[in-house]
């Protein structure tokens, strides 16, 4: 089946399966390997990716459901080299340990702050919920979340 999709801003046409997961074809056809596939039911928001600026698990979304639509990986946030401010602010707060969860972790938190640019720490773990860490306690990723908020409310043409 033919899909037509625009990834990371790059116009994309690939024949792919009807049941192709799109982690699965973002990683083996694209070779975006940012989108990590823990589990493969949800559970563990480690795919987690931007779908037209929804944050979904890109494991139990078809790439055929995707056609037409806007994709963006944690490898598409960064502009002319300059990391996005979610990226920096887990970058600064050390809103990581291991690595494996923290793309999906990105993702979410910025389609969160998409939603809700000035959110409380309470909001912050609320939308964080289905996005698990087996390292950290969350502190430092909640940290990185409220602190992407700061960046982007006093430089807002930096989120774009």
């Known amino acids: 089946m033919k899909v037509q999709l625009t990834v ?10 009807p049941r192709l997961l799109l982690a699965h074809y973002l990683r083996e056809m ?3 390997r940012a989108a990590n596939v823990g589990c493969d ?7 987690t990716v931007l779908l037209n600026g929804e944050s979904v698990k890109s494991c139990t979304v078809l790439t055929v ?3 037409g639509q806007d994709v963006t990986t944690a490898e598409g946030l960064a502009r002319d080299g300059d990391l996005h401010p979610v990226q920096a602010a887990f970058r600064q707060e050390h809103g990581l340990q291991c690595g494996f ?21 309470t909001e912050v773990r609320e939308g964080l919920e289905g996005n698990f860490c087996r390292c950290t306690g969350y502190h ?19 989120a774009k």
Not at 110 to 120: D, F, K, R, V
Not at 140 to 158: F, G, K, Q, T
């Open 8 to 17: 990371n801003g790059e116009e994309r046409s690939d024949d792919v399966e």
């Open 30 to 32: 694209l070779g975006l």
């Open 41 to 47: 039911t949800t559970s563990c928001g480690a795919c």
């Open 65 to 67: 459901q995707a056609d």
């Open 101 to 121: 969860c923290t793309p999906g972790m990105v993702m979410a938190a910025t389609g969160l702050l998409a939603e809700n640019p000035h959110p409380t720490e």
């Open 140 to 158: 430092n990723i909640v940290r990185a979340v409220l602190a992407a908020a700061d960046m982007m409310s006093s430089s807002p043409e930096v």
